[in-house]
DNA sequence: GCGCTTCTGGTAAGCGCTTACCCCGACTCC
DNA sequence: GGAGTCGGGGTAAGCGCTTACCAGAAGCGC
């Protein structure tokens, strides 16, 4: 840690040590003994002022300092104001702990991703953190109806496929419930989990006891292969997929297959074709294809965009031309695809609705409204659209195709 | 909200409603009354199980459970044997806000990013979420070391200098302590809420009772101008600012009117040339630059990289050469820097290191080792450095140069 | 004028933990 | 053998809130 320039002002006020829990402060009942008078008023440092403090400064119980400020019963007019003017003039803002313990309710909910792993790749994808874009734009997705709903997002992450989920418990009991980003955790806890906590999942599957919201993987992958297959007429398709056991490549891959063979077009799968979801995974997995001299087909679908990242760095490095020789196509729509050279075809996700819808699930779970029915068990599906650009072969003139970033330029 | 597919079970098992606080449920002292055994261990759901049925189970006090699971005094054998075995069977894990409102400490840090103004513009840039990525991957630094000491973090957003603060205010009572990104307060009330809660900032200024962690601006740039104003020789440079009262961009603009000056370089600055450190915003500001018809400085520096991608974008329009005819610098070193055409010229901020260091000097703050002395009042510099790409001129035959995304696939 | 309802404010219990304090039995030491 | 120590367990206070319950004052009808 590198400490630079500081306006070294020495001053000498600590956070005062506060004193260990435990019987030593307060009397049994009534205002805490001879606590300063605490807050935003004076320019002293210390503790935050509490509704003690409060009702002792508007002369009137705690309880009263309560229904004022939560709206119960109907204060006295004076009573109401001389609450409120203690409140402002010491700043008061009750603490969250206590008012969670009390009404049983924290107003927060944990939010799980995956933590990147550890980056086994040098070079150019590095520090491929790009990768975070796509969990981070859901997030900021609930993060915007969370706060519509007056709570709080409680992120942690943990590593692939997190072994007994002893963290995610963790979080649960700091948090009213969870949403869990996909592949941190299996069926068997997330069942167990969905028994004593309400839980949302994101591209994963429901199960009886927690609700899953996904994004149409079938109806996307069919408009691309639709798209590739008999607008552009490609012969032969590959698909360099993500994690095996997840969902979401699940799906994609299968709809693929189908489509595919529907069309009476070619199509090249497996093991050569594994990837994990990460640009530097893409372009290994070109690397080896082109190594092994393996003939390409005319067309590769990409897992999501990251991949693809990898795939147009791979092929480039060969000098093989996309779309020309080769297409190439993403799935996600992550932002970057639109800077890619050149552009990356991709099918759309709904990516901050997903978020949202995510957490308006949970909030469901958590305070069921009136006469809501239970949701848990469903499978929420959120619709999907193709993104055409040029890696697929829709050329600049394309009408969904837009000019961009200085690749002009470029060109002669 | 679309509701798909859902394996429609039917099951009727709802959240069993809780109770509404208040006396009813316990005995004034000793376990509830005929509570039933909650936890994961059946299949019934139900509340979590609580310290209270774990001593039950283990026959011993909860002050016993306490003390194993907390490592204190040191327990019989026996006893702890008992608890764990009680513990696991329930599935027991503490209830944070209890735990919190006993010690004192909840083990979260809230986190104030500024919410991305609602969209100006349409076209190219009309999501820009992009512009989440450097905020976001401050957050995933910080995340990295607050695991590391059993912390979590709570997220929220708020406007553009949020007036009153109030948002910030609240959070603080959800938390033991706040990292503030940029712009998301006035000094006044930063003052303020440094006396009532550790707070640690980001790039912005210290303030007696607060620390602020940043980069150090002032050698990146400087790093920059030398390298465009010597090594490559421009004449004249553009400095395309940022949001005018960000502490960043006002240290940016100095040093490369210093710098500038210093190497004898025309320096161009200005209200037509005020930013705001959006992609929108930096094409919206070369555009009228353009229509204007002003002649246009030899190199352009961006006060983010952000920006970078609208000037990019806007020059690419007009078939205006970059590096040739115009050279474009960023700053930030984004990921997204690398994949541009051509790939971005930018000072690197230490992303991720910036979150960490954040933490740990909030860490310091709220919990200070034995002897260790106030970091309030600091200003923490971390250093910078100049990645030199294409877009400033440096040719891909450039030592730290990368052949990238498939470039060449559409160069002749 | 008196019992009744209505309205407000205060009192204290309880949310689920941690821990100070007390107590008791087992040892230790003269 | 009795006083002193020590180790471990239980009891209950207290963290800062919300709210059920109670009590007194005021309003009301007959």
Same mark, same amino acid.
């Given at each position: ?77 004076? /009573? &109401? ?5 203690? @409140?402002?003039? %010491?700043? *008061? =803002? !009750? ?95 997330? /069942? &167990? ?5 309400? @839980?949302?999942? %994101?591209? *994963? =599957? !429901? ?103 990898? @795939? ?101």
């Amino acid at each position: 840690m590198t400490t630079g320039t500081g306006s070294e002002t020495g001053r000498t006020t600590g956070f005062p040590a506060r004193p260990a829990a435990g019987r030593m402060t307060r009397a049994v009942t009534g205002p805490p003994a001879g606590a300063p008078v605490a807050g935003a008023l004076g320019g002293t440092p210390g503790q935050p002022p509490t509704i003690y403090d409060v009702a002792r400064a508007a002369g009137v119980s705690i309880a009263s300092v309560s229904r004022v400020l939560n709206g119960r019963r109907n204060p006295r007019e004076e /009573t &109401r104001d001389r609450v409120l003017q203690a @409140v402002a003039e %010491l700043g *008061f =803002v !009750p603490d969250g702990a206590a008012r969670a313990l009390s009404v049983r309710l924290k107003e927060v909910v944990g939010v799980v991703v995956r933590r990147p792993q550890p980056s086994r790749s040098d070079g150019v994808f590095a520090d491929e953190d790009e990768n975070l874009q796509f969990p981070d734009m859901i997030n900021r997705g609930m993060e915007v109806v969370a706060q519509h709903y007056g709570y709080d997002l409680l992120i942690r992450s943990v590593d692939l496929h997190e072994s007994d989920g002893r963290r995610i418990f963790a979080l649960a009991r700091k948090s009213d419930g969870l949403i869990l980003h996909d592949q941190v955790i299996s069926i068997e806890q997330l /069942t &167990r989990l969905g028994r004593q906590v309400p @839980v949302v999942t %994101l591209a *994963f =599957v !429901p199960t009886p006891t927690t609700v899953n919201v996904r994004s149409d993987n079938e109806a996307g992958m069919r408009e691309l292969i639709r798209h590739l297959a008999v607008d552009h007429g490609y012969g032969s398709i590959g698909y360099l997929s993500g994690h095996l056991d997840s969902p979401d490549n699940l799906a994609r891959s299968a709809t693929i297959r189908a489509e595919a063979e529907a069309a009476g077009v070619q199509f090249l799968n497996g093991p050569p074709w594994q990837g994990d979801y990460s640009a530097a995974g893409g372009a290994r997995v070109m690397e080896r294809l082109l190594a092994s001299g393996a003939e390409l087909p005319r067309a590769i679908v990409c897992a999501n965009d990251q991949t693809a990242i990898g @795939v147009l760095y791979a092929l480039g490095q060969r000098r093989i031309a996309i779309p020309g020789q080769v297409a190439v196509a993403g799935f996600d729509d992550i932002p970057v695809a639109r800077h890619l050279n050149p552009r990356l075809t991709s099918v759309r996700q709904p990516i901050q609705d997903l978020g949202a819808t995510a957490f308006e699930t949970l909030h469901a779970l958590i305070s069921p409204a009136a006469g809501e029915q239970d949701l848990r068990g469903r499978d929420i599906v959120l619709p999907t659209r193709l993104n055409r650009r040029e890696s697929c072969g829709c050329g600049p003139g394309h009408p969904d195709s837009l000019v961009l970033a200085g690749t002009e330029g470029l060109l002669p």
